[in-house]
Nanobody
Framework: QVQLVESGGGLVQPGGSLRLSCAASGNIARINAMGWYRQAPGKERELVATVSSAGDTNYADSVKGRFTISRDIAKNTVYLEMNSLKPEDTAVYYC????????????????WGQGTQVTVSS
C-alpha cells in the first residue's frame, strides 16, 4: 500500500504565505501525477493544482498567480507554495497521487492524504 502524509497547514493572516508538503511512501513503482485539492465547509472538494510526471502543471483559476505546485521526484514529495492568501482559501487541503505499485504494473491507483487544515483569518 501507499501512504500520503501532509504537513504545513495552519493559521495565517490574509496576505500571508504557507507551504504545504506531502510525502508518499510504500510499495511505489512510479508516481504518475500528484496534486492538491481542497474542501471548505459545506462545499465540494475542488482541484487546486496538479503536476504530472513530466512536470506539467495545472491550476484552478482562483489560485493562478498565487499558488505554485512543485515536486521532488527523488523524494516522492509534492509541495504547494501558497502566497497572497485570502480568507476564501480557508479549507482542508488534501494531497492526491496517481501511483503504479510494484508488481501491478498495468494499473494506476489513486491515493489521498488525511488532509491538513489551512485557515486564513485576521
Amino acid at each position: 500500500q501507499v501512504q500520503l502524509v501532509e504537513s504545513g497547514g495552519g493559521l495565517v493572516q490574509p496576505g500571508g504565505s504557507l507551504r504545504l508538503s506531502c510525502a508518499a511512501s510504500g510499495n511505489i513503482a512510479r508516481i504518475n501525477a500528484m496534486g492538491w485539492y481542497r474542501q471548505a465547509p459545506g462545499k465540494e472538494r475542488e482541484l487546486v493544482a496538479t503536476v504530472s510526471s513530466a512536470g506539467d502543471t495545472n491550476y484552478a483559476d482562483s489560485v493562478k498567480g498565487r499558488f505554485t505546485i512543485s515536486r521532488d521526484i527523488a523524494k516522492n514529495t509534492v509541495y504547494l507554495e501558497m502566497n497572497s492568501l485570502k480568507p476564501e482559501d480557508t479549507a482542508v487541503y488534501y494531497c492526491n497521487a496517481a501511483v503504479t505499485i510494484v508488481g501491478d504494473w498495468y494499473r494506476v491507483y489513486t491515493y489521498w492524504g488525511q488532509g491538513t487544515q489551512v485557515t486564513v483569518s485576521s
